[in-house]
């Protein structure tokens, strides 16, 4: 654009851009993550170590978050999760002292049916007796 006195100029007028609007993610549930799985071979290694954590005592609740399954005393405080892949499950426990303190995750790849996981699972016992919870009852 000129101006008036000859001298050239650009004229912009700031814009405001749109927010898109992005739909809410889908909620998952443990059906859903349970689906993602296509190894149909460790279906029952899933099934296996779903019911040993839920069958360690009262009090123990089962829920999905968007990447895994968390089990968590009735304090609130997680203790032990599945994570479903592909061709692959991961199954971890957090340690956790008499104190109710979390010092460290321990997990494992799983990638056959048949693989012993029974050291994290009694990992995931401990850290569930520790934050308070009855073995067997």
């Known amino acids: 654009m000129t101006l008036p006195d000859d001298t050239r100029g650009i004229i912009y007028h700031p814009v405001s851009l749109p927010i898109g609007v992005r739909p809410p993610p889908e909620v998952k549930t443990v059906d859903k993550l349970l689906e993602y799985l296509k190894e149909d071979s460790l279906k029952p290694t899933v099934a ?9 005592g009262k009090g123990i609740e089962e829920y999905a978050t968007q990447g895994y399954i968390g089990y968590k005393h009735t304090s609130g405080r997680q203790f032990a999760y599945i994570k479903i892949h592909r061709k692959a499950i991961e199954f971890g426990a957090h340690v956790i002292d008499e104190n109710k303190q979390l010092l460290d995750y321990e997990g494992m790849r799983i990638e056959s049916d048949g693989e012993d996981y029974s050291e994290l699972l009694e990992k995931a016992k401990a850290a569930f007796i520790n934050l308070g919870g009855k073995i067997g009852g």
Do not use: T
């Open 48 to 56: 296996r170590i779903r019911h040993d954590i839920r069958s360690l």
